[in-house]
């Protein structure tokens, strides 16, 4: 049987760990891509957090730039959680990408956890930059006329987070409409 996201995630808050003796200033960062995600998926996760006591991250009021806001690294670093939800367009966006590669590396310097969602998104195509996510990705490398190194960093990065373990959100969804 499969949890209910907010489930685990509310079991992660509580349980104890090196994590939990650190003051963050977010118990959740999410990296998503807006127009995919803003007003659905991620309404109800702000929403459902909200209910219980969940502080995430808001990054209505950051100023758009062509790079990563110096806030934004911040709250990425100041977050006991990030959680990764990877759509169709994820990749279209450069920002997305060096938010990753910034959740990424505090993964591995500080532990921060890092959870993904995979929504209306195959995990093989995350990790292998195919389908219309590796349409995206290639669009994204070639506008920003990156190095090889600069755009392997980015594929790097999507390969590693597409083999944490997450959420396929269609799925998850459709086994809650069977299962009520």
Not at 21 to 33: D, I, M, Q
Not at 120 to 147: H, M, W, Y
Request: aromatic share 12%.
């Amino acid at each position: 049987t499969s949890s209910h996201p907010f489930q685990s995630l509310s079991s992660l808050m509580a349980s104890p760990s090196s994590l939990s003796s650190r003051n963050w200033s977010y118990n959740v960062f999410a990296s998503f891509h807006g127009p995919d995600v803003r007003k659905t998926l991620l309404s109800h996760m702000r929403e459902q957090f909200k209910r219980n006591g969940i502080t995430m991250f808001d990054d209505q009021k950051i100023e758009r730039s062509a790079t990563i806001a110096p806030s934004l690294t911040e709250a990425i670093k100041e977050s006991r959680i990030s959680i990764v939800i990877l759509s169709k367009e994820y990749a279209s966006s450069s920002w997305c990408l060096d938010e990753l590669v910034e959740i990424l590396k505090c993964k591995e310097t500080i532990g921060q956890i890092v959870m993904t969602i995979f929504y209306e998104v195959d995990p093989s195509d995350v990790r292998k930059q195919t389908g219309d996510f590796g349409i995206a990705f290639n669009k994204t490398c070639a506008r920003k006329t990156l190095t090889n190194e600069e755009s392997q960093k980015w594929s790097n990065a999507l390969n590693d987070v597409g083999n944490i373990a997450g959420e396929d959100f269609f799925r998850w969804l459709v086994g809650l409409y069977f299962f009520f």
